[in-house]
C-alpha cells in the first residue's frame, strides 16, 4: 500500500540487519543513544527501529482497544444525557 509521508514524520529505515546496532535518535530534542531492535505489529509484521521508538509504537497498540471501548462509553453516557 502506497502512503504518503505527514509533515514531521521520518519513516523507519532500519531491517533485521540493524538489529543490535547503536543509533543516536532525538526524542523530543534530546539525543539519545539507542539499540536496533524489533517488535511486531497486531498482524505479525515485523518493525525494525530503536527500542524507544518501538516502545512507542508498542504502547500506542497496547492502548488502542480500551481508547476505543472508552470511546465508546462516553458516547453513550452522551447519548443518556449524562
Not at 54 to 79: D, T, V, Y
Request: aromatic fraction near 8%; glycine fraction near 10%.
Amino acid at each position: 500500500m502506497d502512503r504518503e509521508i505527514q509533515s514531521g514524520e521520518i519513516p523507519m529505515k532500519y531491517n533485521e540487519d540493524d538489529v543490535g546496532k547503536e543509533v543516536e535518535i532525538v526524542i523530543e530534542g534530546v539525543v539519545v543513544i539507542d539499540t536496533v531492535g524489533v517488535t511486531y505489529k497486531p498482524d505479525g509484521t515485523p518493525i525494525y527501529g530503536p527500542q524507544l521508538s518501538l516502545c512507542h509504537i508498542f504502547a500506542r497498540f497496547s492502548m488502542l482497544e480500551p481508547l476505543m471501548a472508552w470511546n465508546g462509553i462516553i458516547e453513550e453516557a452522551q447519548k443518556d444525557g449524562a
